[in-house]
Nanobody
Framework: QVQLVESGGGMVQPGDSLRLSCAAS????????IGWFRQAPGKEREFLLA????????YSGDSAKGRFTISRDRNANTVYLQMNSLRPEDTAVYYC???????????????????WGQGTQVTVSS
């Protein structure tokens, strides 16, 4: 069983960049698909990006295209979410999640992920 801990959130100004980390323990992340999601107050959970297992590819959601990227550091057993050109509408709690046996086309479906971090708050405001 894998445990996930997100970090790196905070308050930034519009146009700033931020890198979130998702550190794993209990198992190696290599055979897991890793997804980043966010949830703003009063809104549904939103898919951002996912990295398929064993380096099998990246799936980008519409909200992430052009501004957000996902990467893995296998040595550190950590996954990162790099966010650039942040906007006030990016304000939300950001979550990483892990799951095994998720087919590529199902990566955006939060129900497919078995393990979740506690979330980290990102606030974009001037």
């Amino acid at each position: 069983q894998v445990q996930l801990v997100e970090s790196g959130g905070g308050m930034v100004q519009p146009g700033d960049s931020l890198r979130l980390s998702c550190a794993a323990s209990g198992d190696t992340l290599r055979p897991y698909a890793i997804g980043w999601f966010r949830q703003a107050p009063g809104k549904e959970r939103e898919f951002l990006l996912a990295s398929h297992r064993n380096g099998g590819g990246i799936y980008s959601g519409d909200s992430a295209k052009g501004r957000f990227t996902i990467s893995r550091d296998r040595n550190a057993n950590t996954v990162y979410l790099q966010m650039n050109s942040l906007r006030p509408e990016d304000t939300a709690v950001y979550y990483c999640a892990a799951g095994r046996s998720i087919i590529y086309s199902s990566l955006p479906s939060w129900e497919r992920y078995s393990y979740w971090g506690q979330g980290t708050q990102v606030t974009v405001s001037s």
